[in-house]
Protein backbone atom coordinates (compact mmCIF):
# COMPACT_ATOMS: atom_id res chain seq x y z
CA UNK A 1 0.00 0.00 0.00
CA UNK A 2 1.19 4.14 -1.05
CA UNK A 3 1.76 6.25 1.90
CA UNK A 4 0.80 9.50 2.11
CA UNK A 5 2.86 11.16 4.57
CA UNK A 6 1.44 13.81 7.13
CA UNK A 7 3.95 16.43 5.45
CA UNK A 8 2.42 15.85 2.31
CA UNK A 9 -1.34 16.47 3.59
CA UNK A 10 0.17 19.56 5.09
CA UNK A 11 1.24 20.90 1.84
CA UNK A 12 -2.03 20.16 -0.07
CA UNK A 13 -3.37 21.52 2.73
CA UNK A 14 -0.91 24.47 2.73
CA UNK A 15 -1.57 25.23 -1.24
CA UNK A 16 -5.07 24.80 -0.43
CA UNK A 17 -5.25 27.72 2.01
CA UNK A 18 -2.84 30.09 -0.21
CA UNK A 19 -5.05 29.91 -3.21
CA UNK A 20 -8.19 30.40 -0.76
CA UNK A 21 -6.47 33.41 0.97
CA UNK A 22 -4.94 34.46 -2.51
CA UNK A 23 -8.41 34.97 -3.90
CA UNK A 24 -9.53 37.62 -1.23
CA UNK A 25 -7.01 40.00 -2.41
CA UNK A 26 -8.18 39.93 -6.02
CA UNK A 27 -8.39 43.53 -7.78
CA UNK A 28 -11.51 45.05 -8.39
CA UNK A 29 -11.46 44.23 -12.32
CA UNK A 30 -11.60 40.23 -11.72
CA UNK A 31 -14.49 40.50 -8.85
CA UNK A 32 -17.84 39.51 -9.68
CA UNK A 33 -19.02 42.94 -8.72
CA UNK A 34 -17.77 44.57 -12.24
CA UNK A 35 -20.07 41.76 -14.07
CA UNK A 36 -23.80 43.16 -15.41
CA UNK A 37 -26.31 41.85 -12.78
CA UNK A 38 -28.86 42.26 -14.93
CA UNK A 39 -27.80 39.48 -17.62
CA UNK A 40 -29.28 36.44 -17.09
CA UNK A 41 -28.34 33.13 -18.73
CA UNK A 42 -31.04 30.43 -19.49
CA UNK A 43 -31.07 27.09 -18.95
CA UNK A 44 -30.49 26.35 -22.61
CA UNK A 45 -27.66 28.97 -23.33
CA UNK A 46 -25.74 26.99 -20.11
CA UNK A 47 -26.84 23.04 -21.57
CA UNK A 48 -24.70 24.45 -24.53
CA UNK A 49 -21.56 26.08 -22.79
CA UNK A 50 -21.40 22.86 -20.49
CA UNK A 51 -21.50 21.02 -23.97
CA UNK A 52 -18.22 22.81 -24.66
CA UNK A 53 -17.04 22.21 -21.03
CA UNK A 54 -17.16 18.21 -21.27
CA UNK A 55 -15.87 18.86 -24.88
CA UNK A 56 -12.83 20.24 -23.96
CA UNK A 57 -12.26 18.08 -20.81
CA UNK A 58 -13.32 15.02 -23.13
CA UNK A 59 -11.02 15.82 -26.42
CA UNK A 60 -8.09 17.40 -23.52
CA UNK A 61 -7.39 19.66 -26.43
CA UNK A 62 -6.34 22.90 -24.28
CA UNK A 63 -6.96 25.01 -27.95
CA UNK A 64 -11.01 24.98 -26.67
CA UNK A 65 -9.81 26.71 -23.69
CA UNK A 66 -11.50 30.15 -25.92
CA UNK A 67 -14.58 28.59 -26.53
CA UNK A 68 -15.43 28.12 -22.99
CA UNK A 69 -13.49 31.13 -21.39
CA UNK A 70 -13.49 34.76 -22.05
CA UNK A 71 -10.24 36.45 -23.08
CA UNK A 72 -10.26 38.30 -19.53
CA UNK A 73 -11.28 35.17 -17.11
CA UNK A 74 -9.76 34.04 -13.71
CA UNK A 75 -10.06 30.54 -12.63
CA UNK A 76 -9.78 29.84 -9.18
CA UNK A 77 -9.09 26.26 -7.93
CA UNK A 78 -7.14 23.92 -6.19
CA UNK A 79 -4.71 24.30 -8.94
CA UNK A 80 -3.93 27.41 -8.22
CA UNK A 81 -5.13 30.84 -9.65
CA UNK A 82 -5.19 31.13 -13.87
CA UNK A 83 -6.19 34.11 -15.91
CA UNK A 84 -4.77 33.44 -19.20
CA UNK A 85 -5.23 30.39 -21.82
CA UNK A 86 -1.55 29.56 -20.94
CA UNK A 87 -1.84 29.35 -17.69
CA UNK A 88 -5.07 27.22 -17.98
CA UNK A 89 -3.51 24.50 -20.82
CA UNK A 90 -1.15 24.48 -17.75
CA UNK A 91 -3.28 23.43 -14.98
CA UNK A 92 -5.64 21.26 -17.34
CA UNK A 93 -2.17 19.45 -19.02
CA UNK A 94 -1.28 18.75 -14.95
CA UNK A 95 -4.94 17.03 -14.33
CA UNK A 96 -5.09 15.36 -17.34
CA UNK A 97 -1.60 13.98 -17.03
CA UNK A 98 -2.54 13.07 -13.73
CA UNK A 99 -5.53 11.21 -14.77
CA UNK A 100 -5.42 10.56 -18.71
CA UNK A 101 -8.57 8.80 -18.58
CA UNK A 102 -10.65 10.99 -16.44
CA UNK A 103 -14.33 11.33 -17.12
CA UNK A 104 -16.38 14.42 -16.49
CA UNK A 105 -20.25 14.08 -14.98
CA UNK A 106 -22.57 16.65 -14.65
CA UNK A 107 -24.72 15.79 -11.17
CA UNK A 108 -26.94 19.05 -11.27
CA UNK A 109 -26.94 22.61 -11.57
CA UNK A 110 -28.50 25.97 -10.16
CA UNK A 111 -28.80 29.32 -12.06
CA UNK A 112 -28.81 32.36 -10.48
CA UNK A 113 -28.57 35.56 -12.97
CA UNK A 114 -25.37 35.29 -14.51
CA UNK A 115 -23.91 32.82 -12.20
CA UNK A 116 -24.10 29.00 -12.06
CA UNK A 117 -23.43 26.66 -9.43
CA UNK A 118 -21.97 23.46 -10.87
CA UNK A 119 -22.12 20.08 -8.82
CA UNK A 120 -19.88 17.77 -11.02
CA UNK A 121 -18.28 14.38 -10.42
CA UNK A 122 -15.09 12.45 -12.20
CA UNK A 123 -13.59 9.39 -12.61
CA UNK A 124 -10.37 8.25 -13.90
CA UNK A 125 -7.58 6.33 -13.29
CA UNK A 126 -4.92 8.03 -11.19
CA UNK A 127 -2.01 7.04 -13.63
CA UNK A 128 0.36 10.30 -13.74
CA UNK A 129 1.69 12.45 -10.87
CA UNK A 130 0.06 15.03 -9.07
CA UNK A 131 1.55 17.40 -6.50
CA UNK A 132 4.81 15.52 -6.16
CA UNK A 133 2.47 12.06 -5.53
CA UNK A 134 3.15 9.70 -8.31
CA UNK A 135 0.09 7.52 -8.86
CA UNK A 136 -0.66 3.92 -8.72
CA UNK A 137 -2.69 3.04 -11.79
CA UNK A 138 -5.96 2.31 -8.95
CA UNK A 139 -9.26 3.79 -10.38
CA UNK A 140 -11.51 6.60 -8.49
CA UNK A 141 -15.13 6.87 -9.17
CA UNK A 142 -17.70 9.92 -7.76
CA UNK A 143 -14.90 11.97 -7.25
CA UNK A 144 -17.34 14.92 -6.08
CA UNK A 145 -16.29 18.93 -7.08
CA UNK A 146 -18.62 22.12 -7.20
CA UNK A 147 -17.99 25.22 -9.49
CA UNK A 148 -19.57 28.05 -9.93
CA UNK A 149 -19.05 29.88 -13.41
CA UNK A 150 -19.65 33.94 -13.51
CA UNK A 151 -20.87 34.07 -17.34
CA UNK A 152 -21.13 37.29 -19.60
CA UNK A 153 -21.78 37.04 -23.10
CA UNK A 154 -21.76 33.16 -23.34
CA UNK A 155 -18.43 32.79 -21.94
CA UNK A 156 -16.86 32.12 -18.68
CA UNK A 157 -15.42 34.79 -16.57
CA UNK A 158 -14.89 33.62 -13.43
CA UNK A 159 -14.48 29.78 -12.56
CA UNK A 160 -14.46 29.28 -8.98
CA UNK A 161 -13.68 25.02 -8.73
CA UNK A 162 -12.56 22.84 -5.61
CA UNK A 163 -12.82 19.48 -5.94
CA UNK A 164 -12.01 16.60 -2.95
CA UNK A 165 -8.61 15.78 -3.57
CA UNK A 166 -8.53 13.85 -0.37
CA UNK A 167 -11.22 11.33 -1.10
CA UNK A 168 -9.21 10.90 -4.58
CA UNK A 169 -5.69 9.86 -2.20
CA UNK A 170 -8.14 8.02 -0.37
CA UNK A 171 -10.02 5.86 -2.94
CA UNK A 172 -6.78 5.12 -4.54
CA UNK A 173 -4.90 3.49 -1.71
CA UNK A 174 -3.20 6.40 -0.13
CA UNK A 175 -3.07 6.85 3.66
CA UNK A 176 -1.65 9.65 5.67
CA UNK A 177 0.84 9.15 7.82
CA UNK A 178 2.98 11.03 10.22
CA UNK A 179 6.07 11.98 9.13
CA UNK A 180 7.83 11.47 12.29
CA UNK A 181 6.42 7.84 13.03
CA UNK A 182 7.79 6.66 9.17
CA UNK A 183 9.91 3.93 9.31
CA UNK A 184 12.53 3.69 6.68
Keep these: MIR ?36 EITDTDFKALWDKVDLLWEKRDTALIHTVFANDFIRVSPGGTSSSAAELA ?19 YDIRGNMVV ?7 TFTGELIGV ?11 GITVFTIKDGKVVRDDSSWNT ?19
Excluded at 134 to 144: A, D, H, I, R, Y
Aim: aromatic content about 8%; hydrophobic content about 40%.
Design 4 to 39: LTLNNLVCILALFLLIVLGCKEQSASTSVATLSIDE
Design 118 to 124: IHWSVDG
Design 90 to 108: NEFNIINGAYPDMELHLVR
Design 134 to 144: KGNGKPFKGLS
Design 166 to 184: LELFIQTGYDIVDASTKSD
